[in-house]
């Protein structure tokens, strides 16, 4: 079976065996730092440095999650477009989980997506990444950046003139016939 393809996009061969390599290195690192520390500063510590990351990793997660969520809510009333405060919330949400879960490298990550002086710069580098990939996909990025003033008016010429008998516009079963002229 052969998939539909676009010109401008490009097979990755490289990047299932990464995502494979990585799913194997990374618990193979969790085991392997812990096992370390452990031998060098003892079990009982090890553990109970875990633990107090995995609290960390809660206690961060509730209260910037909070913030996150109210930054989100402030910009949907206000009704600009919540790009960053989306961003920031999904970072929250990831580098808490990740802080919960044991394992130092992972922690690191989770406090890089978690603290708010770390997190611009994981959004940064994110959004960096994420905009190299749709700029290789041939997407025109200029025309995603085009943001309009909620105040624009687009003057509009009426086609033609209502007649009496022609439904009001408050009526939900409305059919709207015409062309749309570009």
Do not use: C, H
Request: charge should be positive; avoid cysteine.
């Amino acid at each position: 079976m052969t998939y539909p393809t676009t010109p401008g996009a490009r097979r990755r061969p490289w990047l299932l065996p990464l995502i494979l390599v990585g799913f194997i290195a990374v618990p193979i690192l969790e085991v392997w730092l812990p096992t370390v520390v452990g031998t060098q500063i003892g079990l009982l510590p090890t553990v109970g440095i875990l633990i107090a990351e995995a609290a960390l990793g809660a206690w961060l997660m509730r209260r910037e999650g909070a913030k996150a969520w109210k930054a989100l809510q402030d910009s949907f009333n206000s009704g600009k477009m919540p790009a960053g405060e989306l961003a920031d919330a999904a970072l929250v949400l990831v580098g808490g989980v990740l802080l919960m879960l044991p394992g130092f490298f992972t922690d690191v990550i989770g406090l890089l997506f978690l603290l708010p002086f770390t997190r611009p710069l994981a959004r940064a580098l994110i959004g960096f990444v994420i905009a190299r990939q749709v700029a290789k996909s041939g997407v025109d990025l200029s025309a995603m950046r085009v943001r309009m003033d909620i105040f624009t008016v687009i003057e509009g010429v009426p086609v033609a003139d209502p007649s009496p008998n022609s439904p009001k516009p408050s009526d939900p079963n409305t059919v709207i016939k015409g062309e749309v002229e570009p």
